[in-house]
């Protein structure tokens, strides 16, 4: 079981719900279970979250899977797609960006646009 996934359906607010398996190329939709709103309650359209649902992928922009979700398997993690050498460069970029100068030239420029 994948918890906490993030469906973002076409014209819909976000729903998290629960996958019983990852998405694969072959599949035509997503079924899940455990669907509610971003703050934990049930939406209005669903008479029970415990159901399974099944979401035709028409009907999904994307599927947000967070880092370090379960799933069934020996490992019990899902594989990420960022390599260990990868996950290491993203650890020692800094989080903040550094202070940009104003170019004056540049921005009267604009103005005199």
Known sequence: MIRNVILHLSNEQPLLADLFEPPSSGDVGLRCTNLRMMNGKRPVFV???????????????????????????????????????????????????PDLEIDEDFLRRIREA
């Open 47 to 97: 008479d029970d979250s415990a159901s399974i649902f099944f979401f035709p992928y028409l009907h999904i922009r994307f599927v947000e899977i967070p880092p370090g979700a379960q799933a069934n398997g020996e490992t019990g993690l899902i594989a990420s797609p960022v390599g260990e050498a990868q996950r290491a460069d993203i650890a020692a970029t800094p989080d903040s960006e």
